[in-house]
C-alpha cells in the first residue's frame, strides 16, 4: 500500500444522522413530501465517482467502511499470528498486494482452466461444474442449502435456476438491452483476447457464450415469478434424479460434491433443470468448454491482475451501472472480507464499536413495536377469527436477534496465505460450500445469520420466524440514541415494523407458526388480502421511473406490502409511547412529533441514482425506487395530511389502502 493510500487510514466520514437541514421546506409537504423531506439534501449530493449511487445506506456504509479499515490495518503487525486478527490481517496484505497479483496474471486460474480443457463427455463436465461450484464459482444452476420450507427445523439440499453472467433474462431477450448485448460481447471478446485468443477466435468464442446464454434465459423463470413461494418449492426424490434429469447427470452432481444421505432435495424450477439438460446435449460439447471458460474468467477478474480488473469493470460497473471509476483497493478488499469471512471480520467490529447501550435500546424499540403490531392483528377488520387466531399464534412465536450472534463462526481451518489473494477466497468458498453441504439433513441451528454484524442491512427470514439486525445498521441515519423517540420511531422503528410485516407479506403470510409453507389462512381472508395486495400492484405498477420503465407492481410486491406496514405499525408504537410519556409532544425544530416521524422515514431513503443502475433494479430489484418508499407508504397512511395541517379530501381517502 503507497503512503497516499495509507494517509487516509484514520479518517472516518461524519455521522450522517437525521437533520431538518436535509429539508427543501419551499415544497409542499402533501403534493411533493420526498423533496419537502430531503430536497436540499437532494440537490447538494452528488455521485462519488466511485459509486453508481448515493443516498443514506451509502453514507453509512462508508463510514462502516472506515471503521473496518481502520481495524484491519491494525491486524497487519499480527498477521503471522493464528488468531482471529491474525487471519484477517493475511487476508488484508493478500488483497492490497498488487505486485504480487500483477506478477502472477492469469495463473490463479490456470488450473481450472486446464481442467476444463480435458472435458469430453457430459459426465466430465458435470464433475467439472461440481469443481466450479465448490470454489464459488458460478455455472449453469445455483446449489446451496437452507431450512426446508415444508419441515423448517432441518436443512435441505435447494438447487435453483443460474447461468447467466448479465443481471437478469431481460437482458438477453428485451429490445431494451440490445446495446448492453452490444457492449457485452465486446467486453467478452476483450477477456478472450488477454487469455491469449487471437481476435477472430475471441469474437466466435464471444459469440458462443452469448448463444448459449440466451438459450438458458429464454427457458429461465423472470423474477416476479421466483418470488411464488410454493410455485418455486418442489420436493423430488434423491432415487429418481436419474430418471427425471438423468440427461445431465444431476444424481451424479451430487455424488461429486459428497452430500450427506438423503431421501429428497427442492429444485426450484424443475422446467428449467430439464430445459438445461435439452440444451446441454443440443450443443456440441466444446462450445460449453468455452462457456464455462467464462465463467472462470468472469468469477475471477476482479480478483486478478490489472488488466483483466479494468476490463471487468469497464463493463460490469462503468456500462452497466453507470459508475465511473473503480472503488480505492482497501475498500473493495474490505467488501470481499467481509463476504468470505465476514463473522471474523464482526467479532472485530463488534467489539470495538457496538456497545450493550444499543442493544438494550433496540430490544425496548422491538417490544414496543410488537405490542403495536400485536394490537395491528388482533383488530383489523378484515381478517375473519380463525386466521386471526393463527396469525397471532404465528406472532407469538416470532424472534429478533441483535447485533451479533451469540456464538461466532470458525474460520481457523482455512489456510489464509498473505501473498495468495484468490487462494484465500477459493478457499473461504470451498469452506463455505462444505459447511452448506454438511449441515443437509440435520437440525437447523437457531444461531444462523444470514448477514454478516457490519452489513448495514436487515432481513426477514419467513421459515425461522425471525427479523435480523446486525450492527451494522444500528447507527445514525437509521439508530441515533442523542435522537427524539418521534425520529428512531420514523427510521429504525421503521425498518423494524417492515421487516416484522414482511412475516405477514403475500409470501411471508404463507408461513405458519412453525415457519413451515402452509396454507392456514381461510378462503374468505385470502381472497379479501389479495384484493388490497391487487391495488398495492396497480399502485406501483403506474409509476414511469425512465422512459419507457414502470416499476413491476409484481416483483415489488412484498416490500412494498412491508413498507406499508413500516410506517403503519411504527407510528401506531410513537403514539402509544407518546401516550404514556406525554411530556414527548412537543416541537422541536418547530415540528411536532408525528411530522419528524415521516420526515424521518423519507430521509432513510434519500437517494441520487445513476439512470443504469437504476434501470438494473427496476428489472431486478424486488423493492421499489427509493423515492417511492419515501413516499407512498406516507401518503398511504390515514394521518399523513392531517399532520401537516390538511384535512384529507374524499379523493384523499379513496386512495389508501387499508391493508395493515
Known sequence: MTDDE???TNSIPETPAFSVGFMDTSADPVSDFYHYAAGNWLKTRSIPEDK????????????????????????????????????????????????????RKFEPIRGLIERIDKIDTIDSM???????????????????????????????????????????????????????????????????????????EAGKNAETVLALETLIAKFSRPQADLRDAERNYNRYRVDDLAFKFGK????????????????????????????????????????????????????AASLL????????????????????????????????????????????????????????????????????????????????????????????????????????????????????????????????????????????DPNEWY???????????????????????????????????????GSIGGVISHEITHGYDDQGRKYDADGNLKDWWSEED?????????????????????????????LTLGENIADFGGVSIAYEALQRRLERQPQSRRLIDGLSPEQRFFISWAQTWRLNIRDQESRRRLTVDPHAPDRIRAVFPVMNHPDFERAFGRDPTGEDLARKIAIW
Open 6 to 8: 495509507r494517509k487516509d
Open 52 to 103: 453508481s449511487t448515493w443516498g443514506a445506506f451509502d453514507e453509512l456504509l462508508e463510514r462502516n467502511n472506515a471503521l473496518l479499515r481502520s481495524i484491519l490495518e491494525a491486524c497487519i503487525p499480527v498477521s503471522s499470528d493464528k488468531t482471529v486478527e491474525g487471519m484477517l490481517g493475511r487476508f488484508y496484505q493478500s488483497a492490497l498486494d498488487t505486485q504480487t497479483i500483477e506478477n
Open 126 to 200: 458435470i464433475e467439472t461444474v461440481s469443481l466450479l461450484h465448490r470454489t464459488g464459482i458460478p455455472s449453469f444452476f445455483h446449489v446451496y442449502s437452507d431450512p426446508d420450507k415444508k419441515e423448517s427445523s432441518r436443512y435441505a439440499l435447494y438447487i435453483d435456476q443460474a447461468g447467466l453472467s448479465l443481471p437478469d433474462r431481460e437482458y438477453y431477450l428485451s429490445d431494451d438491452f440490445s446495446g448492453i448485448r452490444t457492449q457485452y460481447l465486446r467486453h467478452m471478446a476483450n477477456m478472450f483476447s488477454l487469455m491469449g485468443s487471437d481476435g477472430n
Open 248 to 299: 445431465i447427470g444431476l444424481e451424479k452432481y451430487l455424488k461429486y460434491i459428497q452430500i450427506p444421505e438423503v431421501d429428497n432435495i427442492v429444485i426450484g424450477q424443475p422446467e428449467f433443470m430439464g430445459s438445461l439438460q435439452d440444451i446441454v446435449h443440443g450443443r456440441p460439447i466444446d462450445d460449453w468448454k468455452i462457456y464455462l471458460k467464462w465463467n472462470v474468467m468472469n468469477a
Open 305 to 444: 491482475h490489472s488488466d483483466a480488473e479494468k476490463e471487468h469493470f469497464d463493463f460490469f460497473n462503468r456500462k452497466l451501472l453507470g459508475q465511473e471509476k473503480p472503488e480505492p483497493r482497501w475498500k473493495t478488499a474490505i467488501e470481499m472480507i467481509d463476504s468470505c469471512i465476514g463473522e471474523a471480520l464482526g467479532e472485530l467490529y463488534v467489539r470495538k464499536h457496538f456497545g450493550k447501550d444499543a442493544r438494550d435500546r433496540m430490544k425496548l424499540m422491538i417490544e414496543d413495536i410488537s405490542d403495536a403490531f400485536a394490537g395491528k392483528l388482533s383488530s383489523l377488520a378484515w381478517m375473519g377469527e380463525e386466521t386471526r387466531k393463527l396469525a397471532l399464534q404465528k406472532f407469538r412465536r416470532f424472534r429478533a436477534k441483535i447485533g451479533y450472534p451469540d456464538r461466532f463462526r470458525d474460520y481457523s481451518s482455512i489456510e489464509i496465505k498473505e501473498n495468495d489473494y484468490f487462494g484465500n477466497v477459493v478457499r473461504s468458498e470451498e469452506f463455505e460450500f462444505r459447511r452448506q453441504v454438511n449441515r443437509i439433513g440435520k437440525q437447523v
Open 451 to 489: 448477514m454478516s454484524p457490519p452489513t448495514v442491512n436487515a432481513y426477514f427470514s419467513p421459515t425461522d420466524n425471525e427479523i435480523v439486525f446486525p450492527a451494522g445498521i444500528l447507527q445514525p441515519p437509521f439508530f441515533d440514541v442523542s435522537m427524539d423517540d418521534a425520529v428512531n420511531y
Open 526 to 554: 385470502r381472497e379479501e388480502f389479495m384484493k388490497r395486495a391487487k391495488r398495492v400492484v396497480d399502485l406501483y405498477s403506474s409509476v414511469e421511473v425512465l422512459p419507457g420503465m414502470h416499476i413491476n407492481g409484481e
